[in-house]
């Protein structure tokens, strides 16, 4: 071995609940993030349910999502709810003026709320706050809760939906800073305020929706500064977005299949800088909510790569591999160590855009690795976060560093301790010490994920390439076990 490495969790020191909903997902009106990756109609003929593609929907259910956010994104601050409602053959055809081509309205509220219900999760609506008013968000949100014989409630019924649903997250515009207006952090908090003040849902317990302010792009302290102070006491919940770039460079981002170790290195750094990003924004929030009333939400996040060059694909669309596969691991990882503070995330975005979990592609469906990443992690979700400490040399490429472990740690409701652990190096195992303080692991059980090469993807033609095994070779000594990290690997450990 060239690495070796302890693990120590504190059984004995737990902290937060990790949220399910840091599990999250995104799902825009944009390319084929909808049409045709999740809502193909009821006359398809690829399998469906009630218009919903069948091995999508297997698949989502699969792992478990926790909340999805819809209809955007930068969407979100062009789309009039009431473009889709109604007979979806008299629904009007719009220009998608954030992501090019047209949008037919086919996927809208009833086809968003019900699909959320087949999949069994949460629901967090983007609301129009650039072009929209507080009255349009107040009507839909009646449209979407209200009981009782309101027109707005009869309508609702009119269009085949009896009970009213349950809205958990309202996000008040998104990226008010960029594309949601170009708006500085004073206005935004302003247009907050009014907005916040007529979010009136019904149903059994109204004040239960979480009202979600539009955050900071990834460092942007002074946007976190402006908002807390001037609309902090009206906030539930605080949405910051962070994307990672191999190259740092919007113009020039990189490919998301053709990289070497530079941009594999490049890519995890940026993933980690994370953490750096929750502890300066957390800080902030403190000053204003020392009590951690507000929610520091991650409602965008993920990789972002050039589109694929001489393929006409469909906007923001990319594939995804085995690199992807450690960043959300990392990402997770990092989530689960700032429970306190993080209680919602959403992966950008669920299918067919960017680091998604699903490709598809006419009636063929394939898995991607960061699917399998959160399919391993599932069993985070509602577990209590555990501190550990990791002793490992750093993975040095260039002038780069990253720890050489990268890891978290929680204990479910049954008891058992689970460890979730990224080795980066893409050639060299680690031999890892696991212990447990406070507590005794009698038996262990793991779960690995890592590929031939770096660049390792799953394709329509070869959709196993990446996909999760047992781990094999973990031993016992004087309360230690001992067991292999494969390079360029993510591994969840169960701990009982
Ligand atoms: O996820 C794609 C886009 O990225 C979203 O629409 C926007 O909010 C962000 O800039």
Sequence with gaps: Y????????????????????????????????????IWVGEASAIPNIKGYRKDVVDALKAIHVPVIRWPGGCFADEYHWRDGIGPRGQ???????????????????????????????????????????????????EYLTADGQSSIARERRANGRDKPWKVAYLGIGNEAWGCGGHMRPAYYADLYRQ?????????????????????????????????????????????????????QDWKKKGSATDFGETEWIATLHGALHMDDLLNRHSAIMDKYDPKKRVALVVDEWGNWYDPQPGVASPPLYQQNSLRDALTAAMTLNIF??????????????????????????????????????????????????????????????GNV????????????????????LVNPSPDKPVRLHVRLSGAQAKSIKGRVLTAPAITSINTFDHPGVVKPEPLAGMSSSGGEWVLSLPPRSVVVLDMR
């Design 401 to 420: 560093h990253v720890p050489g472990v990268q890891a978290s740690a929680g204990r479910d409701a049954a008891g058992v301790v689970h460890v979730g």
């Design 195 to 247: 907005f916040a003040t007529f979010v009136h849902p019904s149903g059994d317990d109204p004040s239960a929706i979480v009202r979600v302010a539009s955050g900071a792009n990834a460092d942007d302290v002074a946007w976190t500064e402006g908002v807390m102070s001037a609309a902090g006491e009206l906030i539930d919940a605080y949405g910051v977005h962070y994307y990672t770039l191999p190259t």
């Design 91 to 141: 629904r009007p055809v719009r220009r998608n003026l954030s992501w090019g081509g047209e949008e037919n309205n086919a996927f809208g509220t009833h086809e968003f709320m019900d699909f959320a219900e087949l999949i069994g999760a949460k629901t967090y609506i983007g609301v129009n706050v650039g072009g929209g008013t507080a009255r349009e968000m107040s009507d839909w949100l």
């Design 336 to 397: 689960h160590a700032h429970a306190d503070r993080v209680r919602m995330a959403n992966i950008a975005q669920m299918v067919n855009v960017l680091q998604a979990m699903i490709l598809t592609d006419q009636k063929r469906m394939v898995l991607t690795p960061t699917y399998h990443v959160f399919d391993m992690y599932q069993v985070f979700q509602g577990a209590t976060s555990l501190p550990l400490d990791v002793r490992a040399p750093d993975y040095v490429f």
């Design 2 to 37: 060239a690495v070796d490495a302890q693990v120590v969790v504190h059984a004995d020191r737990p902290g937060a609940v990790i949220r399910p909903e840091i599990y999250g997902q995104f799902a825009e009106q944009l390319g084929h993030g909808i049409d045709q990756g």
